[in-house]
């Protein structure tokens, strides 16, 4: 049996063995949302028949087991791109570059786990843990599946089912968590709220991002900018691959002054036109590298590419990089990083086996390094009072509150909407990013999907893409990366809920009430759009629409009820759902303020828009407000209301214009 305490409603903790003192809460600094948490309904320990126990605990592992039900469908365990229900799979999950097997490595994989019966599990740890998901049959289980004869037997399975999960850590000891529902969103939640809430990213990373060849200088971004703003594609984000370090892999840190002579200016210019700048860089120092000499006695045993890997759990460590980058970066303007390469093979990385000067393990240190990198960089934005949002190759247990969105080298159209899907199950965000694409066709369906996750990038490091690289779809394209931009007063608010009530923005259908398919192609943009990407090839395709009428977001036609359903599109359009009663906040086509829409029949739709000043803290500190629009009648004769707080942040709201989408609405 296993002891456990509840530390908030619905959250119990309970530590077996001897835990370690280094762990990835911890080192996020994770501190609950006690609001939220208190806001949710409350709910009885999950576990109401058979108990989770322990297997064995030994100087070297420590074996927990939780039991399953027979239809009882498992999902999270952190990003994974070829499925959403786990069960039935063995993985071993160590964070790496992904190798395109669900096998357990991956950017961002981690022993956190969402069961559809209404509750979540998580370890707590930064070794490498293993999950037998349904799969280890015990001889002790009274209940397990009897042997069966192969040669006569054709029920003969290779995978006879178990009836729980099993998760072993190679420790002494394990601090494991339980939340509970009722249903699998509220357990998320919980989850997300116990780690300080989902990230509430600044305003303009909810725009475009666009990265530009690694080698390009400050004159060439300039005139890509101009291009941007001459063909009217709208851009917010301009990110700077490799090129601009005077040498990289390993990293300086330091300004190419050949490539960008004056950075500051550089910087300047961009922010003058609402650009803000992103900087790639890994976490391997060049001996180049003005802060080597301070960073090398607190650096690892061993090198990547030539440079020394820093033990950034080290104070010390944390500030000097901090400081340069504070220097070199933040103080002129830039915006925030792309953390590359912080996750890594087994060839090129450091071995598990190296030492750091903290004591920590080579494998713990590869678990947290993306959160290592993602918390120093964070902070040196948070130190200025300006919100950062960024990408990086590796995250861990504990992120939702960290400002940054995972992406890969792996790059299948298919299992990036997966990818997107599995990632809202674990506090993680995807950038499904764009790079190139066999022809137009494919080129129109990946930027749909792109402009309708939670970072809409074209990476063109490599391929030198634009937006407009193919002609016979520009405006296409360009209309898609408008409505994206027409859709931030949405998508925002849908963040804010994140971080306040920690409901993922981005979230597989399977969360939703009556969607039992495990579509891992649909998935659901804030409380009320159902985006149904199209891939290469189709021009309809099955969409599942949870429990509900739903209607079409671009005509405001029923599409269809709860259920499965054919849906077409033609090549210009991403099929986009609205749930009835769905009120959508946009921003006007050629204006400041807000067009809200209102699809469906319900005879009542109300919905809480989120407002602050976009950029800053000044949020934590209770500068914000939500503001209440309703709307009740039908098509011919309804009324609009906006109860507007009576702060002086209610400027957006102001000149808002009202759509009945549904005629007979
Ligand atoms: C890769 C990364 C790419 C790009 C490239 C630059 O590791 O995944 O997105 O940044 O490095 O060299």
Same mark, same amino acid.
């Given at each position: 049996?296993?002891?456990?305490?509840?530390?908030?409603?619905?959250?119990?903790?309970?530590?077996?063995?001897?835990?370690?003192?280094?762990?990835?809460?911890?080192?996020?600094?994770?501190?609950?949302?006690?609001?939220?948490?208190?806001?949710?309904?409350?709910?009885? $320990?999950?576990?109401?028949?058979?108990?989770?126990?322990?297997?064995?605990?030994?100087?070297?592992?420590?074996?927990?087991?939780?039991?399953?039900?027979?239809?009882?469908?498992?999902?999270? $365990?952190?990003?994974?791109?070829?499925?959403?229900?786990?069960?039935?799979?063995?993985?071993?999950?160590?964070?790496?570059?992904?190798?395109?097997?669900?096998?357990?490595?991956?950017?961002?994989?981690?022993?956190?786990?969402?069961?559809?019966?209404?509750?979540?599990?998580?370890?707590?740890?930064?070794? /490498?843990?293993?999950?037998?998901?349904?799969?280890?049959?015990? +001889?002790?289980?009274?209940?397990?599946?009897?042997?069966?004869?192969?040669?006569?037997?054709?029920?003969?399975?290779?995978?006879?089912?178990?009836?729980?999960?099993?998760?072993?850590?190679?420790?002494?000891?394990?601090?494991?968590?339980?939340?509970?529902?009722?249903?699998?969103?509220?357990?998320?939640?919980?989850?997300?709220?116990?780690?300080?809430?989902?990230?509430?990213?600044?305003?303009?990373?909810?725009?475009?991002?666009?990265?530009?060849?690694?080698?390009?200088?400050?004159?060439?971004?300039?005139?890509?900018?101009?291009?941007?703003?001459?063909?009217?594609?709208?851009?917010?984000?301009?990110?700077?691959?490799?090129?601009?370090?005077? +040498?990289?892999?390993?990293?300086?840190?330091?300004?190419?002054?050949?490539?960008?002579?004056?950075?500051?200016?550089?910087?300047?210019?961009?922010?003058? +036109?609402?650009?803000?700048?992103?900087?790639?860089?890994?976490?391997? /120092?060049?001996?180049?590298?003005?802060?080597?000499?301070?960073?090398?006695?607190?650096?690892?045993?061993?090198?990547?590419?030539?440079?020394?890997?820093?033990?950034?759990?080290?104070?010390?460590?944390?500030?000097?990089?901090?400081?340069?980058?504070?220097?070199?970066?933040?103080?002129?303007? /830039?915006?925030?990083?792309?953390?590359?390469?912080?996750?890594?093979?087994?060839?090129?990385?450091?071995?598990?086996?190296?030492?750091?000067?903290?004591?920590?393990?080579?494998?713990?240190?590869?678990?947290?390094?993306?959160?290592?990198?993602?918390?120093?960089?964070?902070?040196? $934005?948070?130190?200025?009072?300006?919100?950062?949002?960024?990408?990086?190759?590796?995250?861990?247990?504990?992120?939702?509150?960290?400002?940054?969105?995972?992406?890969?080298?792996?790059?299948?159209?298919?299992?990036?909407?997966?990818?997107?899907?599995?990632?809202?199950?674990?506090?993680?965000?995807?950038?499904?990013?764009?790079?190139?694409?066999?022809?137009?066709?494919?080129?129109?369906?990946?930027?749909?999907?792109?402009?309708?996750?939670?970072?809409?990038?074209?990476?063109?490091?490599?391929?030198?893409?634009?937006?407009?690289?193919?002609?016979?779809?520009?405006?296409?394209?360009?209309?898609?990366?408008?409505?994206?931009?027409?859709?931030?007063?949405?998508?925002?608010?849908?963040?804010?809920?994140?971080?306040?009530?920690?409901?993922?923005?981005?979230?597989?259908?399977?969360?939703?009430?009556?969607?039992?398919?495990?579509?891992?192609?649909?998935?659901?943009?804030?409380?009320?759009?159902?985006?149904?990407?199209?891939?290469?090839?189709?021009?309809?395709?099955?969409?599942?629409?949870?429990?509900?009428?739903?209607?079409?977001?671009?005509?405001?036609?029923?599409?269809?009820?709860?259920?499965?359903?054919?849906?077409?599109?033609?090549?210009?359009?991403?099929?986009?759902?609205?749930?009835?009663?769905?009120?959508?906040?946009?921003?006007?086509?050629?204006?400041?303020?807000?067009?809200?829409?209102?699809?469906?029949?319900?005879?009542?739709?109300?919905?809480?828009?989120?407002?602050?000043?976009?950029?800053?803290?000044?949020?934590?500190?209770?500068?914000?407000?939500?503001?209440?629009?309703?709307?009740?009648?039908?098509?011919?004769?309804?009324?609009?209301?906006?109860?507007?707080?009576?702060?002086?942040?209610?400027?957006?709201?102001?000149?808002?214009?009202?759509?009945?989408?549904?005629?007979?609405?």
């Amino acid at each position: 049996m296993i002891d456990w305490t509840e530390l908030h409603p619905g959250v119990w903790r309970a530590r077996v063995g001897a835990s370690s003192s280094f762990t990835p809460l911890d080192l996020v600094g994770a501190t609950p949302r006690e609001d939220g948490l208190a806001e949710l309904r409350g709910a009885p $320990f999950p576990f109401a028949g058979p108990s989770p126990s322990v297997i064995g605990v030994t100087e070297c592992c420590t074996a927990l087991r939780f039991p399953l039900a027979p239809e009882e469908r498992i999902y999270g $365990f952190g990003l994974h791109f070829n499925r959403l229900n786990h069960r039935g799979n063995v993985m071993r999950l160590q964070v790496d570059h992904y190798g395109g097997r669900d096998d357990g490595r991956s950017h961002a994989s981690m022993p956190f786990y969402v069961s559809s019966d209404g509750y979540a599990v998580l370890l707590n740890t930064a070794r /490498v843990a293993t999950a037998h998901i349904g799969t280890s049959v015990r +001889k002790d289980d009274p209940d397990r599946p009897p042997s069966r004869d192969r040669n006569t037997d054709r029920e003969w399975d290779a995978l006879p089912p178990a009836d729980a999960v099993e998760m072993a850590v190679p420790a002494g000891g394990v601090e494991a968590f339980v939340f509970a529902g009722p249903t699998a969103l509220d357990a998320v939640r919980r989850y997300n709220l116990f780690c300080g809430g989902g990230v509430l990213p600044p305003r303009w990373a909810l725009g475009f991002w666009h990265r530009v060849p690694t080698l390009y200088t400050d004159e060439q971004i300039d005139a890509e900018v101009a291009e941007f703003e001459a063909r009217g594609y709208p851009l917010q984000v301009v990110g700077l691959e490799p090129g601009w370090h005077s +040498k990289a892999y390993p990293c300086t840190y330091e300004w190419d002054a050949s490539r960008f002579p004056e950075p500051g200016a550089f910087v300047d210019r961009m922010t003058d +036109k609402g650009i803000r700048v992103n900087l790639w860089e890994n976490a391997y /120092v060049s001996p180049d590298a003005p802060i080597h000499d301070a960073l090398e006695p607190l650096s690892g045993s061993h090198m990547v590419w030539g440079g020394i890997v820093p033990d950034y759990t080290l104070p010390e460590a944390r500030g000097i990089l901090a400081g340069q980058h504070r220097r070199e970066h933040a103080d002129i303007g /830039v915006s925030g990083y792309k953390l590359d390469e912080c996750d890594g093979h087994d060839h090129w990385l450091w071995p598990a086996h190296a030492t750091f000067p903290s004591g920590h393990t080579g494998e713990e240190m590869r678990q947290t390094y993306g959160l290592q990198l993602q918390t120093l960089t964070d902070g040196v $934005f948070r130190d200025a009072g300006q919100r950062t949002f960024g990408l990086t190759r590796a995250s861990y247990t504990g992120a939702s509150s960290l400002p940054y969105a995972l992406y890969s080298d792996y790059y299948d159209h298919r299992a990036f909407v997966t990818a997107l899907c599995n990632c809202g199950f674990s506090g993680l965000l995807w950038s499904p990013e764009i790079r190139s694409a066999g022809d137009a066709e494919e080129w129109a369906r990946r930027m749909q999907t792109v402009c309708f996750s939670p970072v809409a990038m074209l990476n063109a490091w490599a391929s030198g893409t634009k937006p407009w690289s193919y002609p016979e779809i520009e405006d296409a394209i360009r209309e898609v990366m408008r409505l994206r931009i027409r859709l931030i007063p949405y998508l925002y608010t849908a963040f804010a809920r994140y971080h306040f009530d920690g409901t993922p923005p981005f979230r597989s259908t399977v969360l939703e009430e009556g969607d039992v398919s495990d579509r891992s192609d649909q998935y659901m943009m804030g409380d009320s759009l159902l985006v149904a990407p199209l891939f290469r090839g189709e021009t309809e395709r099955e969409v599942e629409f949870p429990t509900g009428s739903w209607y079409d977001f671009y005509t405001g036609e029923h599409a269809g009820d709860g259920g499965a359903h054919t849906v077409s599109a033609p090549l210009e359009r991403i099929p986009l759902f609205v749930r009835d009663g769905g009120l959508i906040p946009m921003a006007q086509d050629d204006g400041d303020g807000l067009d809200i829409r209102y699809y469906g029949t319900a005879p009542h739709a109300s919905y809480r828009y989120y407002m602050d000043d976009g950029e800053t803290y000044a949020y934590e500190r209770g500068e914000y407000a939500w503001a209440t629009l309703e709307a009740t009648g039908d098509a011919n004769d309804f009324t609009a209301t906006v109860v507007a707080p009576p702060s002086g942040q209610a400027d957006d709201l102001r000149g808002a214009v009202w759509h009945m989408m549904t005629s007979g609405g």
